[in-house]
């Protein structure tokens, strides 16, 4: 009985599908885009309340490069220094993926999975 495996000849992973996976798989940003979909605009020590293990140094560092992708902007409120943190359009459009992410992970895991 034979276990190789076949694949197709020229089979090369998408670029654009690379960049996704890479901004999405990096830790913590998942995390962020979903509380941001979940919850609209935060800011950040509410937002690091809710991502809580991720540290205040790595998440200035994930909402940066999330910025700097096009998925989140940084909006300063009218007569205040007040920042807020919300999607853009582009991370907007992440919500039916991250809604499909929530129900194969409800369909796969238990909560005593998680531990």
Not at 61 to 67: A, F, M, N, T
Not at 96 to 114: F, G, K, N, P, R
């Amino acid at each position: 009985m034979s276990t190789e495996v076949v694949t197709a000849p020229n089979f090369k992973l998408c670029p654009k599908f690379e960049k996704t996976f890479n901004i999405l798989g990096k830790k913590w940003n998942g995390l962020i885009i979903d509380v941001l979909l979940s919850e609209g605009p935060q800011r950040f020590k509410d937002l690091a309340s809710k991502v809580d293990k991720c540290s205040d140094r790595v998440l200035v560092e994930r909402l940066k490069e999330l910025e700097a992708d096009g998925l989140l902007e940084r909006v300063t409120q009218p007569n205040s220094c007040r920042v807020l943190y919300q999607l853009t359009d582009q991370g907007q459009a992440l919500r039916l993926v991250m809604e499909s992410i929530h129900t194969w992970a409800e369909t796969w895991y238990s909560l005593a999975d998680c531990q």
